[in-house]
């Protein structure tokens, strides 16, 4: 089997790393970064979506698993002090591997430029350079309603625990094929109204934003962010893609939920 490892490159992580390393080396698992079938994460969430950016062109050969140097995780749930555990049982291939859902991204430009294509591990957002965003919402080819306000937020399901949740997003299990539109601080009045809450659309739902005021706009995937100039369209759906993680015991979602922000032992 072919392993590469991503680290978060502080003392701790870079320690695990070379020590996992040679532990799988010594158990006849070959170190492969171009072409890895398992990619072992140690850090935190971000380090691990470092590694799928990295590594989302093999998303159909290549299963994540990630080491937490900080706090819990909900992509790296094992403790430093299981290194070996983990290892022992990568080399044995102790493991089933589970498919969550990605977010698809597709921007569109004015002028008939080539469209640019994104896949999302936890979110993608829209913001205006100026203050105030306007967007036409579109879902399934009917206009829903114009929005205006510092931004909109569209998450996967394992994503919904994220930035998501911060805007008052609900907690959607990763199980389901779904995405989720979250607004941010929008402008309700008299003049102007949205519907205030979010939406969970399907997996054969689709959701494009028109811009209505300016062109150019402000746009995350994950952790990258990139400022867009002659946009005429964002559309986003429930990926085709999806990203595999190698689990090697039970760790159900829920309980996760509760130790990352109810009560944690970690």
């Known amino acids: 089997m072919k392993f590469t490892i991503q680290s978060r490159n502080d003392e701790i992580s870079n320690k695990l790393m ?4 040679g532990y799988l080396i010594d158990f006849g698992l070959i170190f492969d970064e171009e072409e890895p ?23 159909k050969e290549t299963a994540f698993v990630g080491i937490h140097t900080g706090h819990l995780g909900f992509y790296a749930d094992w403790k430093p002090v299981e290194i070996e555990k ?3 049982s990568i080399s044995r ?6 498919e969550y859902p990605l977010l698809e991204v597709v921007i569109n430009y004015q002028n008939e430029k080539k469209t640019a294509t994104f896949l999302a591990l936890n979110e993608s957002t829209v913001k205006s350079p ?13 206009h829903f309603e114009r929005f205006r306000g510092d931004g909109l937020c569209m998450s996967t399901p394992s994503g919904s625990t994220a930035y998501n ?14 995405i989720q539109l979250t607004e ?11 519907v205030g809450a979010p939406l969970v659309l399907p997996a ?12 150019d706009f402000m746009v995350t995937v994950d952790h990258l962010q990139i400022l867009h100039k002659d946009v005429k369209s964002i559309e986003y759906k429930v990926a085709e893609e999806e990203v595999r993680f190698a689990r090697f015991r039970t760790f159900p979602f829920w309980k996760r939920v509760h130790d990352s922000f109810i009560d944690s032992d970690v």
């Open 184 to 194: 941010m601080a929008s402008i309700n009045n008299r003049v102007f109204r949205t």
């Open 93 to 98: 291939k102790e493991f089933k591997v589970i």
């Open 204 to 215: 054969h739902h689709k959701c494009v934003l028109t811009p209505v005021k300016g062109p």
């Open 37 to 59: 079938e398992i990619v072992l994460s140690i850090g935190g969430d971000g380090t691990l979506l470092h590694g799928f950016h990295k590594y989302q062109h093999r998303l």
């Open 165 to 178: 949740k911060a805007l008052g997003g609900a907690i959607i299990h990763p199980s389901l094929p779904a």
């Open 130 to 142: 100026e203050v105030t965003l306007v967007m036409d919402v579109e879902l399934n080819g009917e």
């Open 18 to 21: 070379n020590e996992a390393k």
């Open 86 to 88: 983990l290892v022992i």
